[in-house]
């Protein structure tokens, strides 16, 4: 099993492979600090730096749903839309 720091290095690798298929390596981080535990997962959200250091709204991604890192395995993948909507009604995401 992972603990939480171990999660969020293999949740950082793993979206450092995924911006570079979006063409945006180098340019989004994850929000280690907002992550959190649903039963042997561990949730991480994502922003680009430039709205994570300054705040600047026109920087901000749109529609980037979170990482899940199954704590077991350690395998990483983007949530679907309808897993984001739930964490979303249950009040975990914003």
């Excluded at 945006?24 to 907002?34: C, V, Y």
């Excluded at 561990?42 to 749109?62: F, K, P, Q, S, W």
Aim: with cysteine; aromatic share 8%.
């Amino acid at each position: 099993m992972l603990n939480k720091q171990e999660a969020l290095f293999r949740a950082n690798d793993f979206l450092r492979e995924k911006s570079k298929e979006w063409n945006k390596e180098g340019e989004i981080r994850i929000e280690s600090e907002g992550a959190f535990t649903d039963k042997d997962s561990l949730l991480v959200c994502y922003n680009t730096i430039a709205y994570l250091d300054h705040g600047d709204e026109l920087d901000r991604l749109a529609g980037n749903n979170p990482i899940e890192v199954n704590l077991r395995t350690g395998d990483c993948r983007i949530l679907s839309l309808d897993e984001t909507l739930k964490y979303m009604d249950e009040g975990f995401l914003k």
